[in-house]
């Protein structure tokens, strides 16, 4: 007998439909019109779509979602995939990357990360770093800091010493001449976040955790 | 990165110097103009020739001469600098002697009149080169900013110093240029704070010692003071630092033989004012 190529299983979410990933994908096509086009089912259900091991192109992917959305009963709300390419790795474990910059960013000088980067020394005036993610600085941060460059506005900046000429998260720019008092007083050990308003606030480092609870990796009691 | 934990000492070219019998050539820069790189290329240079080292001093600053006038050389050049790279003259010929620290100290001076661009990089390696089979020291004196003129002098340098002021421009562009000049394969630049006046200081309207050198955080080399008489003695074409009891003077005599390897500690200020500013005593004995 023929293996079946759709396997349909519900559950208390909505349905779960598993394609099997080693057949040609015209096939699959095919199947899948002919499952769909069976009916049987009442109302609407949300439908997670897993592709096991089979890589889709994403029109591929949207040309399965349509023939299951189709005749008006099933709503794909989420798509399950064992694989993504080379690319779209690489890409993902430099946004998790942590470097690490021994020495000065003097005037002048733009250092780059395409994840979190680890400054240990200052960033002079003038100087700058530029980062997908976080920034952490170990000395005296008195240049320019862009934290989440790519638009991760969950990203933050924080310093030993916060006395920056401007803090850049994502697309929000805080230029601190007009320095706020939290910073004036105690530049020891701040951190600069977007708040829920969508501006640039700043706070001690011992809010972090609180503000940023995902920063955290390590458990701990 | 250069760590501030160093002996106060400038001659660790000094084993690759022995071993290749060559001299070492220092570049004075500052990124900004009128901090003093003249000055401290005549002073030091003189300094070291007064202590008995072959010395040539190399004006850069092509189209903007002035280290002959401050060293009153200058109605005895007959070619320069671009004489020399276009081979017009010998080196030899180039050279003015000062006749005042006896065969120690020459200068090859710069043109006054060609296009600033009519050297390369590549020139003035060879050219400092050749000078060093003969000199011990080669002092460049390098021109403002940080475009070709910058480039040219630090060239063929081995060593960098970097002059800088208290004020707070003139540390920035300090800043500017040991950022570029550690990306070169040249030794860890030297830092020298000229123009220090310690009313300034005291009143808070210039940064102090400590705050340049950790701002800047590479080895100080020496304070030299704010003192009218450098500017009367290099108009008269006489350096400060034939002067033995001038205060300046001490600050170049005391770099001099900190390059030449001697420790020597920083006290100009503290001597000046003993007891007094405790403060600035306890940054000096560091
Ligand atoms: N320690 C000092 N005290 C007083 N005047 C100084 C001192 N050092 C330099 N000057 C003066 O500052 C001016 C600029 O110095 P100069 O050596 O020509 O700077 P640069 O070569 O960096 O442009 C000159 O008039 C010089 O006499
Ligand atoms: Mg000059």
């Known amino acids: 007998m023929k293996n079946q190529l759709v396997h349909m299983k519900g559950t ?76 779209e790795n690489n890409a993902k474990m430099q946004g998790n990357l942590c470097d690490t910059y021994v020495g000065i960013v003097r005037s002048g000088q733009v250092i780059q990360a395409p994840g979190d980067i680890i400054v240990i020394g200052d960033v002079n005036p003038n100087g700058k770093i530029e980062a997908g993610g976080n920034i952490f600085v170990m000395g005296k941060l008195k240049g320019i800091a862009h934290a989440g460059i790519g638009g991760d506005r969950e990203a933050i900046v924080a310093a030993s010493w916060f006395e920056p000429t401007h803090v850049y998260i994502a697309d929000v720019i805080e230029v601190m001449s007009n320095e706020k008092p939290i910073v004036k007083e105690h530049a020891e050990q701040l951190f600069a976040y977007i708040n829920k308003e969508g501006n640039i606030s700043y706070d001690r480092l011992q809010e972090a955790r609180k503000i940023r609870p995902l920063l955290n990796t390590k458990g701990g009691s | 990165m250069t760590g501030c934990r160093k002996p106060e000492k400038y001659g ?25 790189k003249t000055t401290t290329a005549a002073n030091l240079g003189t300094a070291l020739a007064l202590q008995g080292k072959k010395v040539c001093l190399v004006d850069t600053d092509i189209g ?23 081979g017009r003259c010998k080196i030899h010929q180039a050279l003015v002697k000062d006749k005042r620290v006896d065969d120690k100290l020459y200068l090859l001076p710069a043109a006054q009149t060609t296009d600033k661009n009519a050297v390369t990089p590549e020139q003035m390696k060879e050219l400092i080169n050749e000078l060093k089979r003969e000199f011990e020291y080669v002092l460049i004196d390098c021109p403002a900013g940080i475009e070709q003129g910058y480039r040219n002098a630090i060239a063929g340098a081995d060593s960098a110093i970097v002059v800088t002021t208290p004020e707070i421009s003139a540390v920035r562009d300090a800043d500017r240029v040991i950022g570029l000049l550690e990306k070169e394969e040249i030794n860890p630049p030297k830092l020298i704070i000229n123009r220090v006046r310690k009313d300034l200081i005291n009143q808070g309207d210039a940064m102090n010692i400590n705050e340049i050198t950790t701002h800047l955080s590479i080895d100080l080399l020496g304070i030299i003071v704010d003192n009218e008489d450098v500017i009367a003695s290099s108009n008269k074409g006489e350096p400060i630092v034939m002067d ?29 004012h003993k007891g007094v500013f405790k403060k600035l005593m306890s940054i000096f004995s560091r």
């Open chain 2, 244 to 272: 033995p009891n001038n205060k300046a003077s001490l600050g170049y005599r005391n770099i001099a033989r900190r390059i030449l390897g001697e420790s020597v500690p920083l006290m100009t200020l503290e001597e000046e």
């Open chain 2, 12 to 36: 660790h070219y000094s084993t690759l110097k022995e071993v290749a019998n060559v001299g070492e050539a220092i570049v004075i820069t500052s990124g900004k103009g009128g901090v003093g």
């Open chain 2, 64 to 86: 903007l001469r002035n280290l002959d006038l401050v060293l009153g050389l200058d109605n005895r050049i007959i070619y320069d600098l671009v004489d020399v790279v276009e």
């Open chain 1, 12 to 87: 208390k979410d909505g349905l779960v439909l598993r394609l099997d990933d080693q057949c040609a994908y015209q096939d699959l096509v095919e199947e899948l019109e002919r499952k769909v086009s069976e009916g049987g089912i009442d109302g609407r259900v949300n439908v997670s779509l897993d592709l096991g091991y089979r890589y889709l192109l994403e029109q591929q992917k949207q040309e399965l979602i349509n023939i299951i959305e189709h005749p008006g009963k099933m709503v794909v709300s989420k798509v399950l995939s064992n694989v993504i390419t080379v690319d």
